[in-house]
């Protein structure tokens, strides 16, 4: 039987990771349009349109932790193995990202 602080760890990993990806998500909007070190943005992005675009982009990002298990109770005994796969979907978003930038002409973020 799993102890109860297990089961209300995994019941709450979810919305969690959620918003941590979307935090980041924010930084990295604050960062490139807010903050202009050395110059300004070329064509800067509304944050309510980027908002729109991540929140799609999340939910790709929360099944890439799925099916690497972090969401399996077992992964809460094993944190080495977490950490493993925590990095491996971590980079699988990111190539996902930069893969779809190829695809997808997009303007969120430029890179010119």
């Known amino acids: 039987m799993r102890?109860?602080?297990?089961?209300?760890?995994?019941?709450?990993?979810l919305p969690i990771d959620f918003v941590a990806?979307?935090?980041?998500?924010?930084?990295?909007?604050?960062?490139?349009v807010k903050i202009q070190v050395?110059?300004?943005?070329?064509?800067p992005l509304g944050f309510i349109f980027f908002l729109k675009i991540f929140l799609v982009i999340i939910p790709v990002w929360v099944i890439l932790f799925a099916l690497r298990g972090l969401y399996n109770m077992s992964s809460l005994r094993a944190r080495l193995q977490e950490v493993g796969r925590g990095f491996v979907a971590v980079s699988g978003g990111v190539m996902l990202r930069v893969c779809?930038?190829?695809?997808?002409?997009?303007?969120v973020f430029p890179y010119y």
Do not use: G, N, W
């Not at 990806?21 to 490139?32: G, H, N």
């Not at 050395?38 to 064509?43: I, K, M, R, S, T």
């Not at 779809?100 to 303007?107: G, I, L």
């Open 38 to 43: 050395d110059h300004p943005v070329a064509h």
């Open 100 to 107: 779809s930038v190829f695809v997808v002409h997009d303007t």
């Open 21 to 32: 990806i979307l935090t980041a998500f924010v930084a990295a909007y604050a960062l490139r």
């Open 3 to 13: 102890k109860k602080s297990e089961l209300i760890f995994s019941l709450l990993q």
